[in-house]
């Protein structure tokens, strides 16, 4: 299937273009996602690309002009006042942050629409494409929108790289990048820029309404696979290119399939699967641990209270009854007492009844030992 | 009735109806819980398309409610999980189920009434097309009627529960101490956001929810302290938003639901610049006064301490000021020129006295601290 699939793009050159286009937005999203991720500011993210909109349309409107240079300088335009409105309503208002990318996000988009409706009703327009704004459309990607993206993607990149350690250091620990004297609002400024330059790269492809998924969840799955910022950019970039690439190409091959959306579903399964199975992170493994540690636990305490119980008894090793066991607390205890047969700690009589075994005396006392020390820490 | 009128009276409705909820969702800070919900509805209304067929069946609103709830109930796991940030969790969740909606809805539903469109803009315009029509009598919009009875839903709780939300809202652990269960609270103002936003999603689709259920309480925010003001308010703004945002479109030949979006953000920012208390201008206002203030009780204290200490009076010298106070010149005369003014100082020759009107107000800006 995967070969069908090679060939299917090899030969096809449209298909070529959307593919790269889509390749190059998964690795900028994806490498600013991270930052916009670790920032907690994952929804100014979704607040910026709606914003982008009405600079979508005013642009248009203004120059009549639909290259896409024209339109994605309107929409990094609009994109930068939208994050400054959100800044200075959280800085200035009572109004919390929440509430202020909220305003911006729907009032921004709703205006957007306006102007997209007038527009659509100019004689002139000729179907100015502009619908694909909102849902993305990659089939419309053309080789000269791929050159720009290639361009401004590089500038990202670039800039990314030149200035790593600064806004590593930025992300990480605020105060003290500060402390050392660097300009925290211009890195801050311009760490923004990258993450709207980013934004606007996938107008086109992802549009308006689901570009902040593009940002977001490459960044989300890269975060359970790994510890380092280093890794976790490239993995993002590389998650986000597979989930670009997938989803622009399924949306060019399959008719009435929206881009954005689909390009959305594959990132969503990506994060699922992260969330769940990520070594070390991944929420299966927790479960695994919390399932082992109250297994542990359990034998344990049964361990203990027959202890317990044999200190009252000149031979130590003698049989008790099952429920005297259970009147002590211990739980699960068939589930734990077959295992601890198997270790070898202790013996089962008929009539319910058990004893520790020599080792298990052994292990129950060196338990208790510990229990105590740590006691005694405490 | 006119349709405009209809129009008018439904874009009201459905403003109020939004504003409401959207007060306890600003105060709460949990605002874009209403942009996860208003988008994640989609599915559960594409969903139930598909099974009953039926765009007006009531099952549409019970199936999109249950998908909102879900969404703030698998958010808020996902949080919990501590694998990811709450922003982040929000931005994950409600994206995957609307593109799933979208998916659905572009594959499957291309025939339908229910398109992308609508989705994004609304069709608020439409509805006076779609009448009620009952036992011969025409009894207007359907949408309206819809509206009304959610409008009726979210006064009736907010007024049965006012305490309790009151309380939840501004001091939850106090709240959930005396027994409020401020989690069930939490949940039933989810759902009602969701039954809110499934009944707007039909006349201004589901992004631009968002505006009407943010923008009239935020704005409501800056002018008031007290909570049933803000929900009276929030209300008033609404409909202002939407009767303006009604004529604003038809003056433009645009979008509705947008124009009443873009009122929206218009209303915040006239009153973000004209508030009262917590506007821009006042903040400017009170920033300048309370400088001169600040500089004339720095001064008077200034020179009831000389009094004090100082017989020589070298102290109380007009070209002292700048040097002790750090003052320039032309700031150092105006302060002398206020304080002379307020009658709390006198000037003898180059030597500062204090009135004993003066003398008492800087003991008192003194204790002040």
């Known amino acids: 299937m995967f070969e069908d699939f090679f060939y299917l793009v090899a ?13 190059i937005l998964g690795i900028t999203a994806g490498a600013l996602g991270t930052f916009a991720v670790l920032r907690e500011q994952s929804l100014l993210g979704d607040a910026i ?9 005013l642009a248009f409107l203004l120059t009549q002009d639909k290259s896409p240079l024209t339109l994605l300088i309107g929409a990094g335009i609009a994109g930068w006042i939208g994050t400054i409105c959100v800044k200075v309503i959280t800085q200035t208002t009572r109004v919390n942050k929440d509430a202020a990318l909220g305003l911006v996000l729907s009032v921004f988009f709703g205006f957007g629409l306006v102007i997209i409706t007038i527009v659509q009703k100019l004689p002139t327009a000729t179907k100015a494409g502009l619908d694909k704004f909102l849902f993305g459309n990659a089939a ?48 801050d ?19 308006v309404v689901l570009m902040s998924a593009m940002l977001v969840a490459p960044a989300a799955a890269a975060r359970q696979w790994t510890d380092r910022l280093g890794v976790m950019v490239i993995l993002s970039s590389l998650l986000g290119a597979a989930c670009c690439v997938a989803g622009a190409i399924t949306s060019s091959i399959i008719p009435h399939m929206p881009t954005g959306p689909v390009i959305t579903v594959y990132l969503s399964l990506t994060v699922i699967i992260s969330l769940f199975l990520a070594p070390h992170r991944g929420l299966v493994w927790d479960w695994l641990r919390i399932f082992r540690n109250r297994a542990m636990i359990e034998s344990a305490s049964i361990l203990e209270n027959l202890l317990i119980i044999s200190e009252s008894h000149s031979d130590p090793l003698h049989p008790h009854s099952m429920a005297l066991l259970k009147t002590m607390g211990s739980h699960a205890l068939s589930r734990n007492i077959n295992k601890l047969i198997k270790a070898g700690f202790i013996k089962k009589y008929p009539d319910q009844l058990l004893s520790l075994t020599p080792l298990g005396l052994e292990k129950a006392k060196q338990l208790a030992r510990e229990l105590q020390n740590e006691g005694g820490k405490n | 009735m006119s349709p405009s009128i209809e129009i008018m009276i439904l874009a009201s409705l459905v403003a109020v109806t939004c504003a409401l909820p959207g007060v306890f969702l600003v105060l709460r ?3 874009l819980m209403s942009d996860a919900i208003s988008h994640a509805i989609l599915l559960g209304i594409v969903v139930v398309f598909f099974i009953v067929k039926d765009l007006s069946s009531p099952l549409l609103v019970l199936g999109a409610t249950i998908t909102g709830v879900l969404t703030v109930t698998v958010t808020e796991l996902l949080i919990r999980t501590q694998k990811v940030k709450k922003d982040t969790a929000i931005g994950l969740v409600f994206p995957f189920l609307f593109s799933i909606g979208v998916i659905l809805l572009n594959k499957y539903a291309s025939s339908i009434h229910l398109d992308a469109d609508c989705i994004l803009f609304g069709e608020i315009g439409f509805a006076p097309f779609n009448r009620m029509i009952i036992g011969g009598v025409d009894l207007g919009p359907v949408g309206t009627w819809l509206m009304s009875a959610v409008l009726f839903l979210n006064i009736t709780f907010i007024t049965i529960f006012y305490k309790e939300l009151k309380l939840a809202t501004f001091d939850s652990a106090l709240a959930a101490a005396l027994g409020f269960a401020p989690v069930l609270l939490h949940y039933a103002l989810m759902s009602l956001v969701s039954v809110t936003a499934v009944g707007a999603f039909e006349n201004v689709g589901s992004i631009l929810v968002v505006a009407l259920i943010i923008a009239p309480a935020a704005t409501a925010y800056l002018l008031t302290d007290r909570l049933s003001v803000m929900l009276i308010l929030s209300a008033i703004i609404g409909v202002a938003a939407a009767i303006s945002g009604y004529w604003l479109a038809y003056i433009l030949d645009a979008n509705i639901a947008g124009s009443m979006a873009t009122m929206c953000g218009v209303i915040f920012f006239l009153v973000f610049i004209f508030a009262p208390e917590h506007g821009w201008l006042a903040r400017q206002f009170f920033r300048r006064f309370s400088k001169w203030d600040f500089a004339k009780d720095i001064l008077t204290v200034h020179l009831l301490q000389a009094e004090l200490n100082h017989a020589d009076h070298t102290e109380q010298i007009v070209s002292h000021m700048t040097d002790h106070m750090l003052w320039n010149n032309d700031f150092t005369i105006e302060v002398i020129g206020r304080c002379l003014q307020d009658g ?15 003398r008492e107000k800087a003991k008192i800006s003194f204790l002040k601290g």
């Open chain 2, 344 to 358: 709390t100082v006198l000037q003898e020759g180059d030597k500062l006295i204090l009135t004993n009107y003066g």
């Open chain 1, 140 to 187: 419309t990607l053309l080789k000269e929108d791929v050159t720009m993206m290639i361009f401004l993607s590089s500038i990202v990149l670039f800039i990314l790289t030149l200035f790593w350690k600064e806004f590593k250091l930025l992300t990480f620990d605020t105060d003290f990048f500060k402390s050392l004297g660097l300009p925290f609002h211009i890195f």
């Open chain 1, 11 to 23: 030969g096809n050159y449209t298909l070529q273009i959307v593919a790269l286009g889509a390749l």
């Open chain 2, 29 to 31: 800070r949990i605002s």
């Open chain 1, 189 to 207: 400024i311009l760490l923004t820029t990258l993450i709207v330059s980013a934004i606007i790269l996938g107008l086109q492809t992802v549009g």
């Open chain 1, 49 to 57: 690309s709606h914003a982008t909109l009405p600079g979508v349309g």
